[in-house]
């Protein structure tokens, strides 16, 4: 199977190089300061899993040729209209998309574009980051990837990327309900990246704080609520998991977005929370602390973010 990775950042440089790893066909879509980085000193990756340095196919746009089996897309939210355009011309007939970005506006998009056919579900749970040398950092054990139809079935195509995902030594999970699985996906990160990032501080740090478990679960009840209105249906055993999850006072875990923020990188504040709060706004629901999240995140955006 051609497998072309988009972006060799956190989440494509690590489970690109995973499948890299495992001996799949596998292409990086760079752009070209990345390239030329990732093309004079490879690609590593430092994980509790081993680490793996090697020295993989790279293309820019302009050198795209054919068409791929399988497009894994791991761009943020605000670099997909661009990278869009740039897979355009190799996705085929039939060709697979599969992004794994947070949130759910990109799923109206990429099908908007390219066909419900072409979109395949995916999403992953990792805790990964860049270094400033551009080496991917696996900060904890976690390497989900979750992927299936949008319709739930096993076709055969479905299986070919469960096959390759099974070969690259992750924690690999075809699932016949990936578009309730995104929801919760989206239920959790928008939880996570609001408490976070609001209060600037890890999961137990702000469960430990007086409030703090009370603010995290009034999150979550906002975002499920919201989600509930727009077709989510409510699985009760995982949003039960993911308020454990963030109110546990000894969680040392915190969002990609959290991370980004400390860094003063660009966050995706419009599609993990903006998104909610113009659904609640649409079909009258209030969710006072997700709109002051959103408010907070887009002064951050505005005006703290590095050149
Ligand atoms: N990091 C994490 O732990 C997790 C992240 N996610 C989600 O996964 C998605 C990706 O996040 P993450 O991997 O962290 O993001 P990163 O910023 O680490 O990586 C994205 C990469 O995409 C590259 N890129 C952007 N546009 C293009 C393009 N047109 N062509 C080629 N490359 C491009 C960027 O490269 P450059 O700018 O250098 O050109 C960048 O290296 C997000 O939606 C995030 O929410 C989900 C789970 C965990
Ligand atoms: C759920 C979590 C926190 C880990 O995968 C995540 O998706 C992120 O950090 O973006």
Redesign the pocket.
Same mark, same amino acid.
């Given at each position: 199977m051609r497998i072309l990775v #988009? %972006? !060799? %950042? !956190? =989440?494509?440089g690590y489970f690109g190089a995973r499948l890299a790893q495992a001996g799949q066909d596998v292409t990086f879509?760079? +752009?070209e /300061? +990345?390239a030329q980085a990732v093309q004079q000193d490879g690609l590593t990756i430092h994980s509790p899993h081993g680490d793996f340095h090697f020295q993989p196919n790279v293309l820019q !746009?302009s050198q795209l040729t054919g068409s791929y089996d399988l497009i894994l897309l =791991? #761009?943020?939210?605000f %670099?997909l209209e661009? *990278?869009i355009k740039?897979i355009a011309p190799v996705v085929g007939e039939n060709t697979m998309v599969m992004p #794994?970005?947070?949130g759910m506006k990109h799923m109206e998009t990429l099908s908007l574009r390219f066909g419900e056919h072409a979109l395949i579900g995916g999403l992953? /749970?990792?805790? *990964? =980051?860049?270094d400033a040398d551009g080496h991917v950092h696996q900060m904890t054990p976690l390497h989900q990837i979750i992927y299936g139809e949008l319709s739930g079935e096993k076709t055969e195509r479905i299986l070919k990327v469960d096959q390759a995902f099974q070969s690259a030594g992750v924690e690999a999970i075809l699932s016949e309900t990936i578009i309730t699985d995104l929801w919760e996906k989206w239920l959790l990160l928008s939880s996570f990246g609001a408490i976070t990032c609001t209060m600037r501080g890890n999961i137990g740090q702000v469960a430990s704080a007086p409030g703090g478990t009370e603010f995290a679960q009034a999150i979550v009840t906002e975002a499920l609520t919201t989600m509930k209105a727009f077709g989510y249906a409510e699985r009760a055993a995982a949003v039960a998991k993911i308020r454990e999850s963030v109110t546990d006072k000894s969680s040392p875990q915190t969002s990609?977005m959290y991370r980004d923020m400390m860094q003063g990188y660009p966050i995706?504040a419009d599609q993990i929370i903006g998104d909610l709060v113009g659904r609640a706004t649409r079909v009258g629901i209030n969710i006072p602390l997700l709109q002051a999240a959103y408010t907070h995140l887009c002064v951050y955006q505005k005006n703290f973010v590095k050149q």
């Open positions: #988009v %972006g !060799a %950042g !956190a =989440t494509g879509l760079l +752009r /300061k +990345r !746009a =791991t #761009v943020k939210s %670099g661009a *990278a740039d #794994v970005l947070n992953c /749970k990792i805790n *990964a =980051t860049l990609s995706e």
